[in-house]
């Protein structure tokens, strides 16, 4: 698994959440879940060598996807605040 590849589809399907309707969010937010699986998987491997601030990354990231996908309040921030989290 290429990571850079994989945090830019991440991106890229939280740019397209933002166009869709709330079924069609929650379909995203389920690849994208899938995707971060992926990643903390991969991150268990760099862990053992020291790399655990990806950790709490890759947590965060997965509760901005969440909100986008309207399955969490959010905090009451707007759509807008959870996807220029994802997209940084």
């Known amino acids: 698994m290429d990571v850079d590849r994989t945090l830019n589809r991440i991106e890229e399907l939280g740019l397209q959440m933002r166009e869709l ?8 937010y389920a ?13 268990e491997t760099l862990k053992k ?8 990354k890759l947590r965060e990231l997965t509760w901005h996807a969440q909100s986008l996908a309207h399955l969490d ?13 994802i997209v940084i």
Do not use: C, M
């Open 21 to 28: 309707p709330d079924i069609e969010r929650a379909t995203v």
């Open 31 to 43: 690849v994208i879940r899938t995707l971060i699986q992926d990643l903390e998987e991969k991150n």
């Open 49 to 56: 060598n020291g790399h655990g601030y990806v950790t709490e």
């Open 73 to 85: 309040d959010g905090n009451n921030h707007s759509d807008e605040k959870h996807w220029i989290s």
